[in-house]
Every structure is written in C-alpha cells, then in structure tokens.
C-alpha cells in the first residue's frame, strides 16, 4: 500500500500561481510514474502531468508552459506548479502514484484549486 498525502490547493485570481505537493509514503516502488490530475465538476477525471522516477515528462496540451512538474525521489514528493492560472483550470486536483512493475496505483483524497476571475 501507498499513501498519498497532498497540500497547496486554494482560491487564486487569474493569472496567478499556486504550487501543489504530494508526498507518498509506505510501500513505494523504484519504478514508478508520478502524477497530477484533475476533475472539474460534470466532467471526467483527465490526467495533467506525469513523471518518471528517471525524469520523463508529460503533460496534457492545455497546461504546457504554464505548469511544471517536478519530484524529489530522495523524499517521495511531488510538486505542480502552476502559473499563468485560468478559470478553466479550477477542478479537484488528485495526486496519482502507480507502480510500474506492477501495475497498481494509488491516489491522493484531493486538493480543491479555484480560480476566480
């Protein structure tokens, strides 16, 4: 089992930044992939960003240049941040742990982030 624990979710204005955290503890796994989505109310979960213990990235095309990803594998914590925020990017944002060696995976409970305009 994993635990995923997640902070920095909040109200922000347009145009302004946030930067999420999400620390796993328990069983982690040396290779694994680390990521963030989001859900905005009345629609589906879509992924945001993902990261490999080596370093791969990927993100969805509505937050590049806007968004960085980033981990410390030393403290299992991942890091968004968010820049340039818009009010479509208000939605729950979940912390996503999976084990690439086998398959499983884990989410954090969820961060709220509002943008207003």
């Known amino acids: 089992q994993v635990q995923l624990v997640e902070s920095g979710g909040g109200l922000v204005q347009v145009g302004g930044s946030l930067r999420l955290s999400c620390t796993a503890s328990?069983?982690?796994?040396?290779?694994?992939?680390f990521g963030w989505y989001r859900q905005a109310p009345g629609k589906q979960r879509e992924l945001v960003a993902v990261i490999t213990r080596g370093g791969m990235l990927n993100y969805v095309d509505s937050v590049k240049g806007r968004f960085t990803i980033s981990r410390d594998n030393a403290e299992n914590t991942l890091f968004l941040q968010m820049n340039s925020l818009k009010s479509e990017d208000t939605a729950v944002y979940y912390c996503?742990?999976?084990?690439?060696?086998?398959?499983?995976?884990?989410w954090g409970q969820g961060t709220q982030v509002t943008v207003s305009s």
């Open positions: 328990g069983r982690t796994d040396s290779i694994n992939r």
């Open positions: 996503n742990y999976k084990w690439l060696s086998g398959g499983l995976d884990y």
